[in-house]
């Protein structure tokens, strides 16, 4: 009953390091999405997939890539990390549109110096 | 796109009905209301939805203006695991974006 697993759950990179957050689903959703969150703010929109083959921005997808690699898994990579991506960054898969309810992973901790 | 309004932070005591509300003036026919709300240091967990009609769950009612142009959440009986920071959100129509506002911080005091 696994549902949304994020890898890993915390890192520290230096600054101009890269790294790739890694998420997969298996409930057969097609939707798949990447939000981060600062302390004490709500969740922003970085990227989306809508299905697989698909990736969209959001909100905030500057200096973020992603990768739908196949339904199960969506990956965020960061090519060069700044300390203003310190942040948390959850992974969610979602159903059908309009009325499925999306599942969360537990989130990475991400920590740039 | 659809956008939400909510207030920034409620309070409650415990055992008494709390209504959490969210203004959605710019909705379309076709856009379901959609409540999630993020305990502290956990991902956001769904709580209901709906799209005219008022709905009910084990976990809160829905409630839906007849214009659809709010709605409130309802907690019948808060309690202290219930505080939390709750979001409305209205999936982008035409699109697949599922975009959070920045929620309400509720409160429970005991």
């Known amino acids: 009953n696994a549902g949304v697993t994020q890898t890993p759950k915390f890192q520290v990179l230096k600054t101009g390091q890269s790294m790739t957050l890694q998420c997969a689903q298996d409930m057969n959703h097609n939707s798949m999405y990447w939000y981060r969150q600062d302390p004490g703010m709500g969740l922003r929109l970085i990227y989306y997939s809508a299905s697989e083959g698909t990736t969209d921005k959001g909100e905030v997808p500057n200096g973020y890539n992603v990768s739908r690699l196949n339904k199960r898994e969506f990956s965020l990579r960061l090519e060069s990390a700044a300390p203003s991506q310190t942040s948390v960054y959850f992974c969610a898969s979602k159903g059908s549109w309009g009325e499925g309810e999306a599942f969360f992973g537990q989130g990475t901790r991400l920590t740039v110096v | ?110």
């Open chain 2, 1 to 110: 796109d659809a956008k939400t309004t909510q207030p920034n932070s409620m309070e409650s005591n415990e055992e008494e009905p709390v209504h959490l509300p969210c203004n959605h003036s710019t909705i379309s026919g076709t856009d379901y209301i959609h409540w999630y709300r993020q305990l502290p240091s956990q991902g956001p967990e769904y709580v209901i939805h709906g799209l005219t009609s008022n709905v009910n769950n084990r976990m809160a009612s829905l409630a839906i203006a007849e214009d659809r142009k709010s709605s409130t959440l309802i907690l019948h009986r808060a309690t202290l695991r219930d505080a939390a920071v709750y979001y409305c959100i209205l999936p982008t129509s035409g699109t697949y974006k599922y975009i959070f506002g920045t929620g309400t911080r509720l409160k429970v005091l005991a």
